[in-house]
């Protein structure tokens, strides 16, 4: 079974520009969760989506979105960058069975670098 | 909202040796504790976890521990060897949401 797939694994971003992420989430998961992982900050989380439908949100600026299409694929969008936006940005998959069952798996991220 | 605290930042042992760490969290309602391990220029990888009608969960050379009247639960590793070396984050969720508040990590270092 195919584990997470991000895209792109790198990229570099001048400030005030936009960038987009993709994550494709383990065939049959249905929750994508975005992760913002920094050296000072640690792992925190960004937003979770189910079924097409933002669940959940971290304490980030409103410049953080996403979405998630009817195949569970997500992306996240980052407007009007700054250099504090420099991260690795994590995708994690969930199969989220009512009840629990909410083992999360990451996929490598996206290094995001802004100049 | 939730908390979890990690101890220590850094673990030196040498291989062969035993390796502990400890995580607290603060909200009473979390009842899933996952471990993950993250190498350098790769994901956080899920290598044990444990649910709050457990107290203790074993596989091979790693267990967790879980003490909920205290809200701290540990990662215990044996017979540690060089490919251990790796940064560990405890995290703790409510069951049925897939939201996770990480600890800051440990970084192990397994000595040969």
């Known amino acids: 079974k195919a584990g997470v797939t991000q895209t792109p694994r790198y990229l570099i971003k001048t400030r005030g520009q936009q960038v987009t992420l993709s994550c494709s989430p383990i065939?049959?998961?249905?929750?994508v969760s975005w992760y913002q992982q920094t050296p000072g900050q640690g792992l925190q989380f960004l937003f979770e989506?189910?079924?097409?439908?933002?669940?959940n949100k971290g304490n980030f600026p409103g410049r953080f979105s996403g979405r998630q299409f009817s195949n569970s694929r997500s992306e996240m969008n980052v407007s009007t960058l700054e250099l504090g936006d420099s991260a690795l940005y994590l995708c994690?998959?969930?199969?989220?069975?009512?009840?629990?069952?909410?083992?999360?798996?990451f996929g490598q991220g996206t290094r995001l670098t802004v100049v | 909202g939730e908390n979890v605290e990690q101890h220590p930042s850094t673990l030196s042992v040498q291989e062969g040796d035993s390796a502990v760490i400890k995580c607290t969290y603060s909200?009473?309602?979390?009842?899933?504790f996952p471990w993950y391990k993250q190498e350098l220029g790769k994901g956080p990888q899920l290598i044990i976890d444990i649910r709050s009608n457990v107290g203790e969960k074993k596989d091979q050379r790693i267990a967790v521990t879980l003490n909920k009247t205290a809200k701290h639960f540990s990662l215990h590793i044996t017979e540690t060897q060089p490919e251990d070396s790796a940064v560990y984050f405890c995290?703790?969720?409510?069951?049925?949401?897939?939201?996770?508040?990480f600890g800051k990590g440990t970084m192990l270092l397994v000595s040969p």
């Open positions: 994690a998959s969930s199969l989220n069975r009512a009840g629990g069952n909410t083992e999360a798996f």
């Open positions: 989506y189910f079924s097409e439908t933002q669940r």
């Open positions: 909200d009473s309602a979390s009842n899933y």
């Open positions: 995290a703790a969720s409510i069951s049925g949401y897939s939201t996770l508040t």
């Open positions: 065939s049959g998961h249905r929750s």
